[in-house]
């Protein structure tokens, strides 16, 4: 029988904690889920669901980490190692004591109370599975960290996090055609190297810093140049390099990105990645996100408004970047693996240096005036805020960004 079952595997319906909990129920020993001899009697705390003093000694509810919450129990503080835990879990329960205006903890917390402990735990437990999720999908150095000090608003449903453009339907780009030649791009460069190629100079320093003007396109050597990885001419292809972090806003602006390292200025900080489609398309979306109330529909007038960029449902962590018309990030067009003029990679670079834990913002309705048209084949205006050939038809949106400069609507 057993030799018939070779190769032969059944799914698992229980998870990896919910089996490490039935090995120590069961006293049983398995390496691959960690319970030996010497920890099968230890129990892991998920989270802590209430509070409670009773004869000068303290307990807490404990959930454990691979049972059900019918299993949880009330344990004195003395019996429990989890002091991060305890931590968060006083974080959390000052907030709610603010909440409700008052200023000691109880004996016994009220029901209301409790529960939202209890949600808060659980939404930070989401929120932490969809970083993970995040890190394991995206393709740069930088992390990504996900916090939530604000609601109890989890995850965002119906968004998938992708490295790089995707092609719509019915739409096909030009392939790269040729690379440079150059040994030494920065100090030998051949026939000006693949900036030259089109006319243009190389657009970064030694530092890896845009020195070109907004408006001008960004030439990058690519799969078929001659140079190695650390060529000074690749910057936006090696993706982010800085840990950033999505967070909840605490002025009704949903979701935001902060970076947790200090930024230089000029310093290339990510790309904007979506769904690439028509303005045919683009428009009957439009009309969609205009009663929603958002859109992430970004145009590219570049050459003829031909292709537009959906990062709504499919895109990157600049899905969370929100608008201000104070930006601390500038939008330059970049080339790299494709010479299609009609659809450039939209990079993000920093406008001046940003503190660490400061939040990133760009102008939704950035608009820069055109740089040498005729050589550059280039009308140097970026939308975020929709179609502009049809701005009647659009819904009139109240900005909150906040800064002196304000524009009070965004379109």
Not at 235 to 260: M, S
Not at 310 to 330: K, M, Y
Not at 385 to 408: F, Q
């Amino acid at each position: 029988m057993a030799e018939n079952l070779k190769g032969c595997s059944l799914p698992c319906k229980l998870t990896w904690d919910q089996l490490e909990a039935l090995c120590r129920t069961e006293g049983l020993h398995c390496q691959g889920l960690g319970v030996s001899r010497a920890n099968v009697n230890d129990y892991e705390v998920e989270f802590l669901c209430d509070y409670k003093v009773t004869k000068k000694k303290e307990y807490y509810q404990v959930k454990w980490k691979g049972f059900p919450e019918s299993e949880n129990t009330w344990e004195p503080k003395k019996n429990l190692k989890c002091p991060k835990l305890m931590k968060q879990f006083h974080l959390d329960l000052d907030q709610e004591l603010r909440r409700h205006k008052r200023r000691y903890i109880p004996k016994k917390l009220d029901k209301e109370i409790s529960s939202n402990l209890i949600q808060k735990a659980k939404l930070r437990q989401s929120l932490q599975r969809w970083e993970a999720h995040l890190n394991q999908t995206c393709n740069h150095s930088g992390r990504i960290f996900v916090v939530n000090e604000v609601d109890l608003e989890g995850p965002p449903k119906n968004f998938t996090y992708i490295n790089n453009y995707k092609v719509g339907p019915g739409i096909v780009l030009d392939e790269m055609a040729v690379g440079c030649e150059c040994r030494n791009c920065s100090e030998e460069p051949v026939n000006g190297c693949c900036p030259g190629a089109s006319m243009q100079r190389m657009a970064y320093n030694d530092k890896g810093q845009v020195r070109v003007r907004p408006g001008k396109p960004i030439y990058e050597c690519n799969s078929r140049c001659s140079c190695g990885p650390d060529c000074p001419n690749r910057v936006v292809q090696k993706g982010i390099q800085f840990d950033l972090c999505i967070f909840k806003t605490e002025n009704g602006r949903g979701w935001g990105v902060r970076t947790l390292q200090h930024i230089k200025k000029n310093t290339f900080v990510m790309e904007y990645v979506g769904e690439i489609i028509t303005t045919d398309e683009a428009e009957r979306r439009g009309h969609i996100y205009d009663r929603q109330g958002s859109t992430y529909l970004f145009d590219l007038d570049y050459v003829e408004d031909v292709y537009t960029v959906d990062a709504a449902h499919q895109g990157n962590i600049s899905h969370f970047v929100n608008h201000s018309c104070n930006p601390n990030l500038q939008v330059f067009n970049v080339f790299i693996d494709n010479i299609d003029e009609r659809l450039p990679r939209i990079a993000l670079f920093s406008t001046r240096a940003i503190r660490a834990g400061e939040e990133l913002t760009f102008d939704y309705k950035m608009q820069i005036d055109p740089v040498d048209t005729e050589s550059t084949k280039m009308d140097s205006s970026f939308s975020l805020a929709g179609l502009p050939s049809s701005p009647k038809k659009r819904i009139r949106v109240e900005c909150r960004c906040g800064s002196s400069s304000c524009r009070k609507y965004l379109f």
